[in-house]
């Protein structure tokens, strides 16, 4: 586990890329707020609804943009073989947590829905895959990028694909 967390961190992402990964985040929170209604928010007018959960995907958006970053700027960088997993994951935990908090307070004083502790289980849920996503994310550009190294050894992606294939 510890080598897994220790690996260097082996791409660089830019802030358009960032941008990008950060607002199909956001719109997957508002399409699973708009499909599945996971806090019972009754608003009288759809047009307020549709709002209020865009809300939800702002507080997103902005949450994961300031934190990916701004952070980074001192001792930490963005810079290949210094930035590692361990730091990454420290991010998206802190990402988790703001969003746990942000969205309890939007949801208390601009949805006026009364906070139980059931309902913010469900806001930890909803948080929680937010982050799973991005993990997913990097997880495969990490793929992506080990395979584009081994065509470049002189293995074409097929036969990696069989010869791994095989193996189990």
Known sequence: ????????????????????????SGLGIFLFFLFFQPFGIVVADINNYLL???????????????????IPIGKMSFRL????????????LLIWILSVVAFSFYLRFVGGV??????VFR??????????INMLIYEIQDLRLKLEQKEKDGIPGQQLIEKTTKQF
């Open 114 to 119: 009364h906070l139980s502790i059931f309902i």
């Open 52 to 70: 209020l959960i865009a809300g939800f995907a702002g507080i997103s958006i902005i949450l994961q943009l300031v934190i990916h970053l701004s």
């Open 123 to 132: 806001i930890v849920v909803v948080c929680l895959l937010q982050v799973v």
């Open 1 to 24: 586990m510890a080598k897994l967390l220790s690996k260097s961190y082996p791409f660089d992402f830019g802030f358009r890329r960032r941008f990008v990964i950060s607002a199909w």
């Open 81 to 92: 073989g210094q930035y590692n997993l361990n730091i990454l994951m420290l991010f998206e």
